[in-house]
């Protein structure tokens, strides 16, 4: 079955600054990759999603990046203000599957 | 606005007892989903259903069951608690992804602590 790797566990910027968190997924079949994101004692919620037949979008200050030949997808989130400290999960959809399979979660920490 | 609920935000039970966590979700959607979220682990998929009384496990379904008798609600089922499944449970719902891409809505949480 697919699994979904995440990196890093933990990441601690400054405010205003770029952070980057990178997924690999193992099975070449997935076609969608979704980013949630979870503030403290919140629900998760996606926050910007990819199919497999696009290498990259944007929504304002996030962005997610996908490479099929590597099996890698990476969320960009830029100038990052403090509402953006929370968990981020990356997942990965195998084509005609009905399951997501999600990675371990990255803390972002947003320091003023 | 897609509404997941879960019936208790928190729950305290001890060894050995039948537990019943349940979710209704009020989008008339065809997939939901039971996670477990623990620290470092991310969300494991526990068991997931994707019609009425259809069920398949997930990658840790061990020590649990489901049962989705109507279609806007999925119950997760521990036989006898045990103090590894002290966890934070997470149900979510869908629509079907055939064809294209899903949101997976997800319910607030049920912290279970077994004692």
């Known amino acids: 079955g697919e699994n979904v790797e995440q990196h890093p566990s933990t990441l601690s910027v400054q405010e205003g600054d770029s952070a980057v968190i990178k997924c690999t997924y193992s099975?070449?079949?997935?076609?969608?990759f979704p980013w949630y994101k979870q503030e403290l004692g919140k629900r998760p919620q996606l926050i910007i999603d990819?199919?497999?037949?696009?290498g990259e979008k944007k929504d304002q200050r996030i962005a997610v990046t996908l490479n099929k030949t590597a099996k890698h997808f990476s969320l960009h989130i830029t100038e990052t203000q403090p509402e953006d400290s929370a968990v981020y999960f990356c997942?990965?959809?195998?084509?005609?599957?009905?399951?997501?399979?999600f990675g371990q979660g990255t803390r972002l920490t947003i320091n003023p | 606005d897609v509404k997941v609920t879960q019936s208790s935000r928190y729950l305290v039970k001890r060894t050995g007892e039948k537990v019943f966590l349940e979710c209704v979700q009020d989008?008339?959607?065809?997939?939901m989903f039971w996670y477990r979220q623990d620290p470092g682990l991310g969300l494991r998929l526990i068991y997931f259903?994707?019609?009425?009384?259809?069920?398949e496990k997930g990658d840790i379904p061990e020590g649990y069951s489901v049962s989705r008798e109507k279609k806007e609600r999925f119950s997760l089922i521990l036989e006898s608690a045990s103090t590894n499944q002290t966890s934070m449970y997470l149900c979510?719902?869908?629509?079907?992804?055939?064809?294209?891409?899903?949101?997976?809505?997800f319910g607030q949480g049920t912290r279970l602590t077994v004692v």
């Open positions: 979510a719902s869908s629509l079907n992804f055939q064809g294209g891409v899903a949101e997976a809505f």
């Open positions: 989008m008339d959607h065809e997939n």
């Open positions: 997942a990965a959809r195998i084509q005609g599957a009905q399951k997501l399979v």
């Open positions: 990819i199919r497999s037949n696009v």
């Open positions: 099975d070449s079949a997935s076609n969608y």
């Open positions: 259903s994707y019609d009425v009384k259809m069920k």
